[in-house]
């Protein structure tokens, strides 16, 4: 027993001396021996990817919340959101003479104690012992009896909190998840599923070519090679807030410019037969020099002098076999032709060869059809059967995926109500598709263009500030559908539509009116148009 006791005091002396060497290890500032480091890789947190979902309704309600259920606000069909949270809460029906479960209460006499009472029976001398119900003692209890009735199958409602941007407010609020879907589709029409409205590129500022807020007047071919009209023009921009001049490069009559480069006729022999500019690049230079922003409108699909060189790509009647024409008799080559669409993008490689700092396509789109119903009187020349807005979306695309690497930025017009109805007006416009392919998008919105009575209007044109107003609030709403949208850049009217029974001169005050409705909803860009270029903006002091 002592060789152990002795043993462990040995050992225990040994751990301390080795202990005691290892502190004294080291410099005599205390320093320890350093340890090898070990780096810990901690992964980042993965964020989970945002869940949208689109209102299947067109008129779909949202709640304050699933048990008040009081309507905060409506938002209308195809709107999307952002899913916060769900919840699911249990659906209490309520019949008149039934419930699920049937309670009652019945009052039942506790079981009496036994009592023993002695009685002798003096005949018999016998002790006979009985029991009695004692009133005194008596005890009720209460049972609860369940009455066996089937068992209901519990409902439930499920419901989605959601976060979306309307009218320039963030808002939230909670909806029946019935009332939106994933699949944005759905409530479109079955042909336009080849159309993209996600995934967009990022638009992205050109450094050689710097963004400005745009404040620009329309200038016919005429206005642009007369020195004595330029000038004026360039007068008044110097004098009023105007910066930008959008040209016709290629006009409503399919006449060019200036000379290009000869390439140009493999897809219009007659593309030069009238030209307007003999000296672009002196043209550009003065615009230059005077700090002018220069937009090349080119009319897509209108085009008579393309159209009589290929006969075979105008829109025709089934019927008759004959072009088909709207009531300016003007015949129109059909969006699916794709040979007019390396046309019209060679025609703005000029342009940005030039020096134009944007490429405007006007016309694009289908011509009026009295909302798609005479489409099926009519022969598009569709060889890949796209739909209208597949078609318009896809030109959009590759005029994008061949301009953008010459940093020139693209400008899409379309009709003003386009941003306030949620199909393509029979026209191949859809808000979405457009916006998401072009950096501007230019709404036509001349009050003199809505019917009497739109947005509760009596006299759309004689009401100027309201008009521009709701068609731009609109315009704003439907962006917040998409992922990097086009930068809303209307256009406004700049003529007095004397056709228009109500209306009023459109002078400096009402050209203002519109403006402030914009600068009101935080959109500072816009284009006049007049077709005479004839221009009414209040002079500033620079």
């Keep these: 027993m002592k060789f152990f006791k002795r043993k462990l005091f040995i050992t225990l002396i040994s751990a301390l001396s080795i202990s005691l060497a290892f502190s004294s290890c080291g410099s005599s500032k205390g320093e320890t021996i350093p340890t090898e480091k070990v780096e810990t890789v ?34 209308g069909q195809n709107t999307r959101v952002l899913v916060v949270e769900r919840k699911d ?38 002790r006979i012992t009985f029991t009695e119900p004692q009133k005194e003692n008596i005890k009720e209890q209460t049972e609860q009896v369940t009455e066996n009735t089937p068992e209901v199958p519990k409902e439930y409602e499920h419901w989605v909190h959601v976060k979306y941007r309307r009218n320039l407010k963030e808002r939230e609020g909670w909806v029946l998840e019935n009332n939106l879907h994933s699949d ?24 050689d070519n710097p963004r400005i807020d745009v404040k620009g007047v329309y200038l016919t071919v005429y206005s642009a090679s007369s020195e004595k009209k330029i000038n004026s023009l360039i007068e008044l921009a110097k004098e009023t807030k105007i910066n930008a001049f959008v040209i016709d490069v290629k006009d409503d009559g399919g006449q060019l410019l200036w000379k290009m ?15 307007y500019i003999k000296d672009i690049n002196a043209f550009m230079k003065k615009m230059k020099e005077n700090n002018i922003y220069t937009i090349a409108r080119i009319v897509s699909f209108k085009d008579p002098v393309y159209a009589k060189q290929n006969p075979d790509k105008a829109i025709i009647e089934k019927k008759t076999g004959k072009p088909f024409t709207n009531k300016d008799g003007v015949i129109w080559v059909s969006p699916h032709d794709k040979n007019l669409w390396e046309y019209n993008i060679a025609v703005a490689k000029e342009a940005a060869k030039a020096g134009f700092n944007e490429i405007q396509f006007d016309y694009v789109r289908f011509p009026a059809s009295n909302g798609g119903k ?22 959009l695309k590759y005029a994008w995926e061949e301009l953008t690497p010459l940093h020139v930025y693209i400008n899409a017009d379309i009709y003003g109500q386009i941003g306030t109805f949620r199909d393509d ?7 979405e598709a457009i916006s998401g392919y072009v950096h501007y998008i230019s709404p036509m919105m001349y009050p003199s263009h809505y ?22 609030l609109d315009s704003i709403n439907r962006n917040e559908n998409i992922d990097n949208p086009a930068i809303i850049r209307p256009w406004i009217q700049d003529f007095t539509a004397r056709w228009v029974k109500g209306h009023i001169t459109y002078d400096v005050k009402a050209i203002n009116a519109q403006i402030q409705a914009l600068e009101d909803l935080g959109v500072h860009e816009y284009l006049l148009w007049s077709p005479s270029n004839r221009y009414h903006m209040e002079k500033i002091t620079k």
């Design 89 to 126: 809460t249990e659906i209490i029906k309520e019949v008149k003479g039934e419930t699920k479960k049937e309670v009652s209460q019945k009052t039942i006499p506790a079981k009496p104690k036994k009592e023993e009472k002695p009685f002798i029976n003096d005949d018999e001398k016998v």
């Design 261 to 275: 480069d000869d390439s140009i006729l493999k897809y219009n022999p007659k593309a030069f037969s009238k030209v």
């Design 374 to 395: 005479l489409d099926a009187f009519l022969d598009y020349r569709n060889p890949d059967n796209d739909s209208k807005p597949v078609t318009i979306q896809k030109y």
């Design 42 to 75: 901690v992964e980042a947190e993965k964020i989970p990817p945002k869940e949208f979902l689109y209102s299947a309704k067109l008129k779909t309600f949202i709640y304050d919340s699933p048990e008040t259920k009081k309507v905060v606000d409506t938002i």
């Design 184 to 207: 944005v589709f759905k409530n479109l029409p079955k042909s336009w599923k080849g159309m993209e409205l996600n995934n967009f590129p990022e638009k992205v500022e050109f450094p």
């Design 425 to 431: 007006m029979g026209l191949g416009q859809y808000w």
């Design 451 to 472: 019917i009497n009575g739109a947005y509760g209007i009596p006299v759309p044109d004689a009401e100027p500030y309201k008009t521009i107003y709701y068609c731009t």
